[in-house]
C-alpha cells in the first residue's frame, strides 16, 4: 500500500484491510472483486491484483521464500520490494533502495547525473554500503536506519546535515550540492484524454454499472457504462448513441482525474428509467461505497449523485 500512497491515506485502509483479510489464506481465498473493494479509492489497482496473485502463490508453495531471488518471482514483487522483506522479514543483507535511499546515496557520492538515468548507479552505491560491517550484522536496522535518514534528516529540501551520522562523509555537502540532488529531469506534460460516462438509475434506487475487463487500466474494478478514452473531446452527439439504453440524458457535470501518465476529462451524463434494458448489473445506489469502484469513477457517482431525484 505504501508504494504510491501516503501513511495518513494508508493506515485506515491498512486497518480495514487486515480486518477483512486477518491471514494470508482469507486473503488467497478471498474474490477478487472483495480485494479490489477493499482496496478502492488507494489507486494502482494492479498492486492489489497482484498481492492477491502473490497470497495465493504463497499459499501454494507453502510459505514465503526466504531469499531475493525467490521471493523476486512472486507476482507484484520487483527489486526492491524482494530487498526491503528480505533484509526486515529474513535478515537477508541486501539494501533496499527507494525514494529516500536514493537521495542519500546521490548526496552522499555527489552522484550529479539525473534521475531515472542514475537509478543503477545509485542502487551499486547503495550495495556499496551494505557491504559494511554493521549492515551485514544487522541488514533490517540497517534498511529501517537508512529509510529514516532519507525521510527524516537528508529530506528533499532544508537537509538538516549538522544531525547526520554521514556529514563528514558527505561528497555533496562539500561541494555544497547537497540540496540540488538526486537531480530529476524535466517532467513531460501529461496528455489530455477524454470520455464520456453514464448515471443511469431506476426508481428502486438502483444505478447501473458495469465491470471492466481484468486486464488493463483499473482491470476488474466497476465503472459507469461509458465511451473509450480518447484525444480528442466527445461531441454529445457522437457520444449519446452509445449509451447503455435510449433515455432522457441530461448533462451532469464534469470530472477532471490525473492517471499517472494522462489527465482526464469525464462529461457526465444522467437519466431516470422504469426499468434497466441494457448490459451491465444493477447496484443499489445507498450501497456503492462497498464497491469496487475506482477514484475517477467515485468523483463521478458524487457528482451524479447530488443531483438524483428523490424517490
Same mark, same amino acid.
Request: proline fraction near 8%; hydrophobic fraction near 45%.
Given at each position: 500500500?505504501?508504494?504510491?500512497?501516503?501513511?495518513?491515506?494508508?493506515?485506515?485502509?491498512?486497518?480495514?484491510?487486515?480486518?477483512?483479510?486477518?491471514?494470508?489464506?482469507?486473503?488467497?481465498?478471498?474474490?477478487?472483486?472483495?480485494?479490489?473493494?477493499?482496496?478502492?479509492?488507494?489507486?494502482?489497482?494492479?498492486?492489489?491484483?497482484?498481492?492477491?496473485?502473490?497470497?495465493?502463490?504463497?499459499?501454494?508453495?507453502?510459505?514465503?521464500?526466504?531469499?531475493?531471488?525467490?521471493?523476486?518471482?512472486?507476482?507484484?514483487?520487483?527489486?526492491?520490494?524482494?530487498?526491503?522483506?528480505?533484509?526486515?522479514?529474513?535478515?537477508?543483507?541486501?539494501?533496499?533502495?527507494?525514494?529516500?535511499?536514493?537521495?542519500?546515496?546521490?548526496?552522499?557520492?555527489?552522484?550529479?547525473?539525473?534521475?531515472?538515468?542514475?537509478?543503477?548507479?545509485?542502487?551499486?552505491?547503495?550495495?556499496?554500503?551494505?557491504?559494511?560491517?554493521?549492515?551485514?550484522?544487522?541488514?533490517?536496522?540497517?534498511?529501517?536506519?537508512?529509510?529514516?535518514?532519507?525521510?527524516?534528516?537528508? #529530506? &528533499?529540501?532544508?537537509?538538516?546535515? /549538522? *544531525?547526520?551520522?554521514?556529514?563528514?562523509?558527505?561528497?555533496? +555537502?562539500? $561541494? %555544497?550540492?547537497?540540496?540540488?540532488?538526486?537531480?530529476?529531469?524535466?517532467?513531460?506534460?501529461?496528455?489530455?484524454?477524454?470520455?464520456?460516462?453514464?448515471?443511469?438509475?431506476?426508481?428502486?434506487?438502483?444505478?447501473?454499472?458495469?465491470?471492466?475487463?481484468?486486464?488493463?487500466?483499473?482491470?476488474?474494478?466497476?465503472?459507469?457504462?461509458?465511451?473509450?478514452?480518447?484525444? #480528442? &473531446?466527445?461531441?454529445?452527439?457522437? /457520444? *449519446?448513441?452509445?449509451?447503455?439504453?435510449?433515455?432522457?440524458? +441530461?448533462? $451532469? %457535470?464534469?470530472?477532471?482525474?490525473?492517471?499517472?501518465?494522462?489527465?482526464?476529462?469525464?462529461?457526465?451524463?444522467?437519466?431516470?428509467?422504469?426499468?434497466?434494458?441494457?448490459?451491465?448489473?444493477?447496484?443499489?445506489?445507498?450501497?456503492?461505497?462497498?464497491?469496487?469502484?475506482?477514484?475517477?469513477?467515485?468523483?463521478?457517482?458524487?457528482?451524479?449523485?447530488?443531483?438524483?431525484?428523490?424517490?
Amino acid at each position: 500500500m505504501l508504494q504510491q500512497t501516503t501513511v495518513a491515506v494508508t493506515v485506515p485502509y491498512y486497518e480495514r484491510f487486515l480486518t477483512r483479510f486477518p491471514t494470508l489464506q482469507a486473503l488467497a481465498e478471498a474474490p477478487m472483486e472483495d480485494v479490489l473493494a477493499a482496496w478502492a479509492g488507494l489507486g494502482y489497482y494492479a498492486r492489489a491484483r497482484n498481492l492477491h496473485a502473490c497470497a495465493r502463490a504463497v499459499i501454494a508453495a507453502g510459505g514465503f521464500p526466504q531469499d531475493t531471488t525467490g521471493l523476486r518471482r512472486l507476482p507484484g514483487i520487483g527489486d526492491y520490494t524482494a530487498a526491503a522483506i528480505g533484509a526486515i522479514a529474513f535478515g537477508v543483507p541486501v539494501v533496499p533502495v527507494d525514494g529516500n535511499v536514493e537521495r542519500v546515496v546521490a548526496r552522499l557520492f555527489a552522484v550529479g547525473e539525473e534521475l531515472p538515468k542514475s537509478k543503477p548507479m545509485l542502487r551499486q552505491l547503495a550495495a556499496q554500503l551494505g557491504d559494511e560491517q554493521a549492515a551485514h550484522a544487522r541488514p533490517s536496522d540497517f534498511a529501517q536506519a537508512l529509510f529514516d535518514l532519507g525521510a527524516t534528516v537528508c #529530506t &528533499p529540501t532544508r537537509p538538516t546535515c /549538522a *544531525l547526520c551520522p554521514w556529514m563528514a562523509d558527505c561528497a555533496g +555537502r562539500r $561541494a %555544497g550540492t547537497a540540496e540540488q540532488l538526486p537531480r530529476q529531469a524535466a517532467k513531460r506534460v501529461r496528455p489530455l484524454r477524454h470520455g464520456v460516462h453514464f448515471w443511469l438509475t431506476d426508481h428502486d434506487g438502483y444505478v447501473l454499472l458495469r465491470r471492466r475487463p481484468r486486464e488493463g487500466l483499473l482491470g476488474g474494478m466497476t465503472e459507469l457504462p461509458g465511451t473509450e478514452w480518447r484525444d #480528442t &473531446p466527445w461531441a454529445a452527439e457522437e /457520444a *449519446l448513441p452509445l449509451a447503455p439504453m435510449p433515455a432522457d440524458w +441530461r448533462p $451532469a %457535470g464534469q470530472v477532471r482525474h490525473g492517471f499517472t501518465h494522462f489527465e482526464l476529462t469525464i462529461d457526465l451524463f444522467a437519466a431516470r428509467v422504469a426499468q434497466f434494458e441494457a448490459a451491465g448489473f444493477a447496484h443499489p445506489i445507498i450501497g456503492l461505497a462497498d464497491e469496487a469502484l475506482p477514484s475517477v469513477m467515485r468523483k463521478c457517482v458524487r457528482m451524479a449523485a447530488a443531483l438524483q431525484p428523490a424517490s
